[in-house]
């Protein structure tokens, strides 16, 4: 699935600016799928040449126009397509380049291990707190689709995403108290 897959997917929800479709983005599946501005307003020109999509300018008195885009039949068709073709592999991102950063931190040491770590711990909270804000804000995006049937599918993808960022907390507690350990017997 890429890019133009997900904002096809969230049109499905109801029709948005890029704007609207950028703050979805970001107060709800930032956490697995992020698209920068530009990304989306180059793929929903893309999708509408595709016919996949359609837009219309709504006039507004106080600033400029918006142009909301809206998935086509087409569109849902082409959607329901990819969603019950299921490949082989569907890639999770097997990259991951804090890890190879800490494989590779053995050039500096434990000091610079246990700094990059803990910096890192600080970021995996922030993450936490920032899905128990998805969490929190669930139903009222649901309520605004109107597609508050959904739900489930939502609360697992965001179970999904409470369960990582809590296993990479308890990697770098698990990791900094190790390191700790290491580093009080070399005194």
Do not use: C
Request: aromatic share 10%.
């Amino acid at each position: 699935m890429s890019l133009p897959h997900a904002i096809l997917g969230l049109l499905n929800y109801m029709p948005m600016t890029g704007y609207d479709l950028k703050k979805f983005f970001d107060d709800s599946i930032g956490f697995f799928w992020s698209a920068q501005m530009s990304q989306i307003y180059r793929e929903l020109k893309n999708l509408e040449e595709k016919e996949y999509v359609s837009s219309e300018e709504e006039i507004s008195t106080k600033g400029p126009n918006k142009r909301i885009y809206s998935v086509t039949n087409q569109g849902v068709s082409h959607l329901k397509e990819l969603l019950t073709d299921v490949p082989e592999n569907i890639d999770e991102d097997n990259r991951n380049a804090f890890l190879l950063r800490v494989m590779l931190l053995s050039n500096l040491g434990i000091e610079e291990l246990y700094f990059q770590i803990q910096k890192r711990l600080k970021k995996y909270r922030k993450d936490l707190k920032a899905l128990q804000s998805v969490e929190e804000k669930l139903q009222h995006y649901l309520q605004l689709t109107g597609k508050t049937e959904t739900l489930i599918y939502w609360k697992i993808t965001l179970n999904r995403g409470l369960h990582d960022v809590k296993s990479h907390i308890k990697w770098a507690e698990e990791s900094l108290s190790e390191l700790k350990k290491i580093k009080e017997e070399k005194k």
